[in-house]
């Protein structure tokens, strides 16, 4: 028998997009790209259409795909398959939409929604106000077992709603853009930095019980498709005091996150692709475990694991309680993963450093 208020059967939405939601549409490629990870051989990655001819050339750096939308908008992705490698898809969690069109994800009599080789497709996402801010995880479901871990992954990171997007750099509109690191400024609230770091590994023994014990990670390591291992920096210099210095060693080649002192900063931290749990950490900076929730504990280390994406927004912004301009540590707080690669540098400027190579945020009203 039927519930009671269930006689009849709901009609489904002609879209999952609300007519009067803003629409913004991109044209991203699936394709095959050199990654230092990967010891310079071959990886596969989303890439958006425009930015694809200067990654394979060299021109850019491969990068993760991170897309920035705010809470309301109606997202249409254009997936084109430039791989050789089969089949892919676009599943993004988090978002809002039809699981017979638009999951990515082959799953019992739903439609195929793959795309093959030298093929494209549209899948078409809402970012529900009822989720509100987010961060979704990107990931290739054509071959959920290999292409995760050879870099076919990203994000879209819903920020407030009719916010607006720059390079921290030129200053340029970046709303259309794909980058890991954007200005975001939202239409009531004070201008903020927001990062995207992507942590992955492949190691399924190190911190187990198996004899005899692993003292070093194997196998691929990635943070933004880079590394920095220490083994390295230790070659050139073995005092352990410095192996963090700039000025000794030059800038790792993971991502360097930057901000004016004070600014106010958001790290999401995404792990597509891992055998293990990782520890962020951010030296020198705490933030609430519970954001808004007042009271909430504070932290300066958290464990994230596989298909997980955490945000970070230190209390007190950049540069921490005092707002202390210099190098930061950031990475994995598990030391085997750090001495492998997984960790990188949070510079904060002083307001009138004239080396900072970052726009200053808008004053607050």
Same mark, same amino acid.
């Given at each position: 028998?039927?519930?009671?208020?269930h006689?009849?059967?709901?009609?489904? #939405?002609?879209?999952?997009?609300?007519?009067?939601?803003?629409?913004?549409? &991109?044209?991203?490629?699936?394709?095959? #790209?050199?990654l230092? /990870?990967? $010891?310079?051989e071959? =990886?596969?990655?989303?890439?958006?259409?425009?930015?694809? =001819?200067?990654?394979?050339?060299g021109? *850019?750096?491969?990068?993760?795909?991170?897309?920035?939308?705010?809470?309301g908008?109606?997202?249409?992705?254009?997936?084109?398959?430039?791989?050789?490698?089969?089949?892919? @898809?676009?599943?993004?969690d /988090?978002?809002?939409y039809?699981p017979?069109?638009? /999951?990515?994800?082959a799953?019992?009599?739903?439609?195929?929604?793959?795309?093959?080789?030298?093929?494209?497709?549209?899948?078409? &996402?809402?970012?529900?106000?009822?989720?509100?801010?987010?961060?979704?995880?990107?990931?290739?479901?054509?071959?959920?077992?290999?292409n995760? $871990?050879?870099?076919?992954?990203?994000?879209?990171?819903? =920020?407030? +709603?009719?916010?607006?997007?720059?390079?921290?750099?030129?200053?340029?509109?970046?709303? /259309?853009?794909? @980058?890991?690191?954007?200005?975001?400024?939202?239409?009531? *609230?004070?201008?903020?930095?927001?990062?995207?770091? &992507?942590?992955?590994?492949?190691?399924?023994?190190?911190?187990?019980?198996?004899?005899?014990?692993?003292?070093?990670?194997?196998?691929v390591l990635?943070?933004?498709?880079?590394l920095?291992?220490?083994? $390295?920096?230790?070659?050139?210099?073995?005092?352990?005091?410095?192996?963090?210095? @700039?000025?000794?060693?030059?800038? %790792?080649?993971?991502?360097?996150?930057?901000?004016?002192?004070?600014d106010?900063? +958001?790290?999401?931290?995404?792990?597509?692709? @891992?055998?293990?749990?990782?520890?962020?950490?951010?030296?020198?900076?705490?933030?609430p475990?519970?954001?808004?929730?007042?009271?909430?504990?504070?932290?300066?280390?958290?464990?994230?694991?596989?298909?997980?994406?955490?945000?970070?927004? %230190?209390?007190?912004g +950049?540069? =921490?309680?005092?707002?202390? %301009?210099?190098?930061?540590?950031?990475?994995?707080? *598990?030391?085997?993963?750090?001495q $492998?690669?997984?960790?990188?540098? &949070?510079?904060?400027? +002083?307001?009138?450093?004239?080396?900072?190579t970052?726009?200053?945020?808008?004053?607050?009203?």
């Amino acid at each position: 028998q039927k519930l009671p208020g269930h006689q009849q059967t709901p009609q489904a #939405a002609e879209s999952v997009c609300p007519s009067e939601a803003i629409s913004k549409e &991109f044209s991203v490629a699936a394709i095959e #790209a050199a990654l230092p /990870m990967l $010891g310079e051989e071959k =990886g596969r990655i989303y890439v958006l259409e425009e930015d694809k =001819g200067a990654v394979l050339s060299g021109a *850019r750096p491969a990068e993760p795909l991170v897309l920035h939308v705010n809470v309301g908008d109606c997202i249409r992705v254009r997936l084109s398959n430039e791989t050789t490698g089969g089949p892919v @898809s676009f599943h993004a969690d /988090m978002l809002s939409y039809d699981p017979a069109q638009s /999951m990515g994800i082959a799953a019992g009599a739903n439609p195929i929604q793959t795309v093959a080789p030298g093929e494209a497709r549209t899948y078409t &996402f809402y970012a529900h106000p009822e989720v509100g801010e987010t961060v979704a995880l990107v990931r290739d479901w054509g071959n959920v077992l290999e292409n995760p $871990g050879l870099g076919l992954y990203g994000a879209i990171i819903v =920020g407030p +709603a009719g916010a607006k997007y720059t390079d921290p750099v030129t200053g340029e509109d970046a709303a /259309m853009k794909s @980058s890991w690191r954007v200005d975001v400024h939202p239409p009531s *609230r004070p201008a903020y930095r927001d990062f995207s770091l &992507f942590i992955q590994d492949e190691d399924e023994v190190i911190g187990t019980h198996i004899m005899p014990y692993s003292q070093e990670v194997e196998g691929v390591l990635g943070l933004n498709y880079r590394l920095e291992p220490l083994n $390295g920096r230790l070659a050139r210099d073995k005092n352990t005091s410095r192996v963090f210095d @700039s000025n000794v060693h030059g800038d %790792p080649a993971t991502p360097i996150i930057e901000a004016m002192a004070g600014d106010r900063v +958001a790290i999401h931290v995404l792990v597509p692709s @891992s055998e293990q749990t990782h520890v962020f950490t951010l030296e020198g900076h705490q933030w609430p475990v519970e954001p808004g929730r007042k009271g909430s504990d504070l932290v300066s280390s958290l464990q994230v694991g596989a298909l997980e994406a955490v945000t970070v927004a %230190p209390e007190w912004g +950049a540069g =921490g309680r005092e707002g202390l %301009p210099g190098d930061y540590l950031y990475g994995d707080h *598990r030391e085997p993963y750090r001495q $492998g690669g997984l960790w990188g540098i &949070f510079r904060v400027f +002083a307001e009138d450093d004239g080396a900072a190579t970052i726009q200053p945020l808008p004053v607050s009203p």
